[in-house]
């Protein structure tokens, strides 16, 4: 799937200057949606239409049932295990949405070893402007460097309105 990361980090470099809080070698993955578009990725849910940093972010409304989440291996972004994983974002929440937010680890023989859904209306209360949301999920002992991590925005049956998502961040937190 989709590569969302590497490149990014330079930028959460800047924005960790910025804000002068957070150690950088704990932020495992940041997406302000920018970037992948500025490099030519395509996806039905990147738009223009609102944007919490930047020009882009993504939307999620009756045509598009899955945002541009973050998909990787959890060897291939940290060489400790975490105890905690914790997931941030910008969030542009009309009361309508029908919008989970999905946290889950497979192991290689595709079993579930954590899967965490919340809503959205869940984590706000406010709603119809951009607002921080995050969401700290336990990470158990029995996880291995080869499982797979996934983290997305998913909408679980019609709704009014669209959701808009930006400034994606995971943080190991322990
Ligand atoms: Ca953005």
Redesign the pocket.
């Known amino acids: 799937m989709v590569k969302i990361r590497i490149y990014l980090i330079a930028l959460v470099l800047i924005l960790n200057a910025c804000s002068g809080k957070e150690d950088p070698k704990n932020i495992v993955a940041f997406?302000?949606?920018?970037a992948l578009a500025e490099w030519g990725f395509e996806n039905p849910s990147l738009t223009t239409e609102r944007?919490?940093?930047?020009?882009?972010?993504v939307k999620i409304d009756n045509s598009v049932e899955n945002g541009i989440g973050f998909n990787s291996i959890l060897g291939k972004i940290t060489t400790a295990k975490p105890k905690n994983l914790k997931v941030e974002c910008w969030a542009y929440v009309p009361e309508t949405a029908r919008v989970l937010l999905v946290f889950s680890i497979d192991n290689e023989a595709n079993n579930t070893v954590v899967w965490e859904a919340t809503k959205l209306t869940d984590l706000t209360n406010n709603y119809q402007v951009w607002t921080k949301i995050s969401k700290t999920i336990p990470i158990p002992d029995s996880i291995a460097f080869t499982d797979r991590l996934k983290c997305y925005f998913w909408r679980t049956e019609n709704m009014d309105g669209a959701v808009y998502i930006?400034?994606l961040k995971l943080t190991v937190v322990n």
């Not at 997406?31 to 920018?34: A, G, L, M, T």
């Not at 944007?51 to 972010?57: C, K």
Request: hydrophobic share 15%; aromatic share 16%; no cysteine.
């Open positions: 997406n302000d949606f920018d944007a919490h940093s930047g020009r882009y972010s930006d400034d």
